[in-house]
């Protein structure tokens, strides 16, 4: 079901996450910020709302985890920041592409303060 962004019954205390496709070689990097919303009667486990999509032709280790952190992490909801508990990156983060650095690695490093 497809509800307005302003209707998603979203508190920024709630357990907000990321999912992020590094996009390597031809493909664009793809982000998407989610939260889980309390159990209640209905639905026991919360429910779980993509609210916002962030995609990108290129993936710079540099540019493109600051305008994460710019739509994502940084805007606040009722003066408070959101509540994000964890970052989920795809699996071919972790490889080694020669550098000696991981592509999750050197994401870690300029997100970590946040």
């Not at 307005?4 to 982000?31: K, L, M, N």
């Amino acid at each position: 079901m497809v509800i307005p962004f302003a209707e998603a019954p979203v508190e920024w205390r709630y357990q907000h996450f990321t999912g992020i496709d590094w996009g390597v070689g031809s493909s664009q990097a793809a982000s998407y910020l989610c939260v889980r919303t309390p159990a209640d009667l209905w639905f026991p486990n919360g429910r779980v709302y993509v609210l916002k999509e962030f995609c990108r032709p290129d993936s710079d280790i540099d540019e493109y985890p600051a305008e994460l952190l710019k739509r994502f992490v940084i805007p606040d909801l009722d003066g408070q920041r959101r509540k994000i508990v964890a970052s989920y990156l795809g699996p071919d983060s972790w490889n080694n592409w020669g550098d000696g650095h991981t592509i999750a690695g050197q994401f870690q490093e300029r997100v970590e303060q946040y």
